[in-house]
């Protein structure tokens, strides 16, 4: 009788074990999002929704994702679909990888300037200076590579087809 006491109070202490790391854990997020909180409280009002947003992005893994890349891939790619030359569409493609994944970076170093502003404050010790926030130059150098990266694959682009002309309209267009 006493081997079947032991069996069952056995289950309720790691039970119990389990319930108080749970427990804590819990008050240290609760600790963590107070001081989340208090951040919060001193942002100005004008940036809060944007700085919300940002975080439920982020949250959602939204932010610089293959999956955002690849429908940005998507979108240029469509442009190339009518090039036969095997040697083009593997340029093309290598060119429409790098630059889906510059527009995407891009597009979020811009949000990350949008929430964040041009500079940011830096603390070091007793010391606090405003900086350039690391995004300007994010946006900057993708901009440039982007800019240069679209310029060459513009050059790659099929020639528009003209729609053949019905009889009718050739007649009335004098050709």
Request: with cysteine; aromatic share 6%; glycine share 4%.
């Amino acid at each position: 009788m006493a081997a079947e006491k032991t069996k069952k109070t056995a289950p309720k202490r790691a039970t119990n074990t389990a319930k108080s790391k749970e427990v804590a854990a819990d008050n240290a997020t609760l600790e963590e999002l107070k001081g989340l909180l208090e951040i919060f409280a001193k942002i100005p009002e004008d940036r809060r929704a944007a700085l919300l947003k940002r975080a439920q992005r982020e949250a959602a893994g939204e932010i610089l994702t293959e999956e955002a890349v690849e429908e940005e891939r998507k979108k240029l790619a469509r442009f190339f679909a009518g090039i036969k030359d095997t040697r083009k569409k593997k340029l093309i493609a290598r060119k429409v990888e790098e630059i889906a994944f510059q527009a995407v970076a891009i597009r979020e170093a811009k949000e990350s300037l949008m929430t964040d502003g041009l500079k940011s404050r830096v603390e070091n010790g007793k010391q606090q200076y405003e900086k350039e926030n690391p995004a300007v130059g994010v946006y900057d150098k993708y901009c440039r590579a982007y800019q240069s990266n679209i310029d060459k694959l513009i050059e790659y682009l099929p020639p528009k087809e003209e729609k053949a002309k019905s009889a009718l309209a050739a007649l009335r267009d004098g050709v």
